[in-house]
């Protein structure tokens, strides 16, 4: 059976919509969700949905806890979804082209340090952007710079605030996310 880590720091609803996902469609997949807040919401999702959850602190992360815990579960594919802090550079290197984050925008643009959440919805806006959307890429050392995996676009009216912003580009990832992780997961025997 494929084991799948999923790392979600905040509310975690793109956690929970995998889940939903490969159990709607009947593929049997591992799940373990790991978050740095310990009052992060993902862990009440985690509850509902019999999910085996933990919190792994930023001070844990730079004890070399998590890149512990990481090489136990030895997972196929490692999910960051909604994940705030910066990955270790010494689990990438032993994950090699396994580990994948979601950004919620087109990337080049809107990238990098303090471009999470809200922030890029607002920067988009801000902008007056015609159109955003989402890019799954594979995770290298620094924030948002691996190779794309997969875009989407919507587009952005005048009228949109950041929040309209943000429910386009979350239906997007909702719809785009685990089709991009059930195949990346076929081509991993
Ligand atoms: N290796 C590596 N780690 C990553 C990503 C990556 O591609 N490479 N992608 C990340 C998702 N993108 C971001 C981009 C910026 C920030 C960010 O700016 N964080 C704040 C901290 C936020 C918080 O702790 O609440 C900071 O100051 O570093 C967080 C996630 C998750 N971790
Ligand atoms: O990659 C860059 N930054 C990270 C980032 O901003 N990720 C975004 O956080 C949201 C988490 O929502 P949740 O799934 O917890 O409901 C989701 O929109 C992700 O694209």
Known sequence: MKEVVLLASGSGSNAENIVDYFRKKNISVQFHIITNKKDA?????????????EVI??????????????QE??????????YLLLFPA???KEFPNKII???????????????YGGFVH????????????I???????????GATIFQAT?????KDSPEDVANKVHQLEYEHFPKVIEQLLEKIN
């Open 41 to 53: 919401f993902v862990l009440e999702r985690a509850k509902r949905l019999n999910v085996p959850a």
């Open 57 to 70: 602190t930023k001070k844990q992360n730079d004890e070399g806890i998590l890149h512990e815990r990481i």
């Open 73 to 82: 579960l030895n997972p196929d594919l490692i999910v960051l979804a909604g």
């Open 90 to 92: 010494s689990i990438i």
């Open 101 to 115: 984050n979601i950004h919620p925008a087109l990337l080049p643009k809107y990238g990098g340090k303090g471009m």
């Open 122 to 133: 607002e920067a988009v806006v801000a902008n007056k952007e015609t159109k955003t959307g």
């Open 135 to 145: 890019t799954i890429h594979y995770v290298s050392e620094h924030y948002d710079e």
């Open 154 to 158: 919507t587009n952005v009216e005048e």
